[in-house]
């Protein structure tokens, strides 16, 4: 049985439940290659994804050589262009990601998803992957002034879904997500498969890791009755 005040889960997007890393990795490249550049290699660009867009524009320059040869507003527009077509193209939904989901709400969760992505390019991606009939509330890298690793993001997200933080938990896959959970004061559940890497995912230090998102409800019923013991 589940607590009244409404038990919720806040769910991170890129390299958690959509790897988005090739949809990214051609919008980057096709931004280099109209910069006269040569395009980056699928890890390069999956190395400089989960702090928002600016961050991986830039990153992507200097990788490229051309962080002082160019405009950077203009660089980032060139992508935002790009990635508008790629976004969801290429890329999956990680296996376990849709039934783990709804699996969840079936068991009386709430989920939101919060994400350093801007509202409109994460609330297509979950639009086209059919992910969005899951999630109550959607949280972006724009939606407040400061994203993740700020704690806001998470905070606002339990306000809007109505819970308390002491019974919500934060899924990621990145040092990003543990620093912005642990700021906000939540758990949070690591996933293996994402962006840091099976050996890098393990470094960090989360409350638990998780192979599939199937796991979740046994996971979470499992430390509500623990807690609820205590």
């Known amino acids: 049985m589940l607590s009244a005040s409404r038990p919720a889960v806040l769910i991170d997007l890129d390299g958690t439940m959509v790897d988005t890393a090739p949809d990214l990795a051609a919008a980057v490249g096709r931004m280099l290659e109209d910069l006269g550049a040569a395009p980056l290699p699928l890890d390069a660009v ?6 928002g867009v600016a961050n991986l524009v ?12 160019c405009e950077f507003e203009e660089a980032q527009r060139v992508f935002e262009r790009h990635y508008a077509d790629t976004n969801g193209r290429i890329g999956r939904v990680f296996p ?3 039934a783990g ?18 509202q409109a390019l994460a609330a297509a991606l979950l639009t086209r992957t059919g992910l969005a009939r899951y999630l109550e509330v959607l949280v972006a890298g724009d939606t407040l002034a400061s994203m993740k690793p700020s704690p806001e993001p998470l905070r606002h997200a339990c306000r809007l879904l109505d819970s308390e933080p002491a019974h919500c938990v934060v899924v990621g896959d990145s040092p990003v997500d ?5 700021a906000a004061g939540l758990p949070v559940f690591i996933v293996s498969y994402g962006y840091a ?3 890098g995912a393990h470094a960090l230090h989360c409350d638990a890791f998780i ?7 046994a996971m979470l019923a499992q430390r509500w009755r623990l807690a609820d013991s205590k």
């Open 101 to 118: 989901l709804r699996a969840l709400r079936e068991s009386g969760y709430r989920c939101a998803c919060v994400t350093n992505k801007p």
């Open 211 to 217: 192979d599939s998102f199937e796991a979740l409800p």
């Open 178 to 182: 543990v620093a912005a959970a642990r």
């Open 46 to 51: 999956t190395g400089f994804i989960g702090k």
């Open 197 to 199: 890497g099976q050996d």
């Open 58 to 69: 830039r990153r992507s320059l200097e990788a490229a050589g051309l962080g002082e040869r």
């Open 96 to 98: 376990g990601v849709a």
